[in-house]
């Protein structure tokens, strides 16, 4: 019993004083330093391989997409004697009306590809059920009768479709945050918690551009402003800048809130912005007719189609001008920078954007595939190159003759 009576007592301060030395131990300031610099060192390398490796899962996820689009406006046309998607006639597109209006050539080839039941004349609406219809129409000023409408719930479930979208590359751009531009007449930008009709986006969530080649209005190129203009209103062209006018005037593009207004200029690079090269700030700082048909001819000419003699007989960076486009449907994402081919990209770092004489002055021009601005021919080990501008950017493009 007496041996009893001491046991607990020792025991318990042998537990107590083990308790004691166990948390008397601290870190110093030395190693919580080391810690801190070691957890910095592990982010620092771990974030940049999870950024690269989600870009490029949504790139190889967004050129699928491209393709996917591209092979349904290939069937279509097989059906359709050569026609190219799009409900609504380019010319009508391109025109400033339309400019106001908003409506894209991507939803105008929805129209065709994507929306079979989804699409209808207000006649044909079930009654009591037009609050689910969006209206659609190039003209402000359409009436009822006239505009077409749309039910974004049921784009895609027709079997009989060219494409049925997935839903997550479905989100409607609204005029209210600046997403896409309107006038707000109609629902192609409606406000925000009205029915619209919806928009394709990449995996990055930013709207797909299609640049649609007008073969009926303009079938042979031969002066350069029969390439692409910025309106239909001024005359014909295989190229309408206008038909992508609601994306490309947005003050807050997709989901990544892209300035397509911000113009390229130094006070823009200096805030640390990225502004478009073909945005509407690229237009207002070309500010003529023959710089905007130059700026598009740069993006959208195919370069392996210069008009003969404009590389060996003037100056190869000014007077070249292509006879074909890079395909006659052109389908373009804005990449994992989120801005359709942005001022700050590699393209513009190696090959520049047309500073014409040190002039300073936004002039970017198809002969950029061949020429430096000041007009010297591209050459390596003595022989004359070509380069494909365009390709030099982080965007991804698909384009079909």
Not at 173 to 202: H, I, K, W
Not at 339 to 344: D, Q
């Amino acid at each position: 019993m007496p041996s009893d009576h001491f046991s607990l007592p020792y025991c318990s301060s042998i537990r107590s004083r083990g308790r004691s030395r166990g948390f008397s131990r601290a870190f110093s300031l030395t190693e919580l330093l080391v810690v801190v610099f070691i957890i910095a060192v592990i982010i620092a390398l771990v974030v940049p391989a999870l950024t690269g490796a989600r870009n490029a899962a949504n790139r190889l996820a967004t050129t699928n997409l491209l393709n996917q689009i591209n092979t349904a406006a290939q069937a279509f046309r097989g059906d359709h004697q050569g026609q190219i998607p799009g409900y609504f006639p380019l010319r009508d597109l391109g025109s400033d009306l339309n400019a106001d209006a908003g409506l894209t050539a991507m939803e105008n080839m929805m129209l065709d590809l994507s929306c079979g039941s989804a699409l209808r004349g207000l006649n044909d609406i079930p009654s009591g059920d037009q609050a689910s219809w969006a209206k659609v129409h190039w003209d402000p000023g359409a009436s009822d009768e006239e505009a077409i409408y749309v039910n974004p719930s049921l784009i895609g479930s027709d079997q009989k479709e060219y494409f049925a979208p997935p839903t997550e590359v479905l989100q409607a751009q609204f005029q209210s945050d600046g997403r896409q531009y309107s006038d707000g007449a109609l629902e192609n930008t409606a406000a925000e918690g009205r029915v619209q009709m919806p928009d394709l986006v990449d995996r990055w969530g930013q709207p797909l551009l299609a640049w649609v080649a007008d073969t009926v209005s303009a079938p042979v190129i031969s002066d350069p402003s029969l390439f692409a203009r910025e309106s239909s209103d001024d005359g014909p062209a295989r190229y309408y800048w206008n038909t992508n006018a609601g994306y490309l005037r947005a003050e807050s593009y997709g989901e990544l809130g892209a300035g397509m207004t911000l113009e390229p200029d130094s006070s823009a690079y200096s805030s640390g912005l990225s502004p478009s090269l073909i945005g509407e700030g690229a237009l207002n700082a070309l500010g003529t007719d023959e710089g905007v048909s130059a700026m598009m001819a740069a993006f959208l000419g195919g370069p392996a189609y210069p008009a003969d003699g404009t590389l060996t007989d003037g100056n190869p960076y000014l007077d070249p001008y292509p006879t074909q486009g890079r395909g006659e449907i052109i389908i373009q994402s804005a990449g994992p920078d989120g801005v359709p081919f942005s001022g700050r990209d590699r393209a513009v770092r190696v090959f520049g954007t047309g500073d014409i004489n040190g002039s300073n002055a936004f002039d970017l021009r198809y002969g950029i595939n061949f020429a430096t601005p000041d007009g010297v021919r591209r050459a390596e080990d003595g022989r004359n190159v070509v380069i494909d501008f365009a390709s030099e950017f982080d965007d991804l493009i698909v384009a079909t003759e």
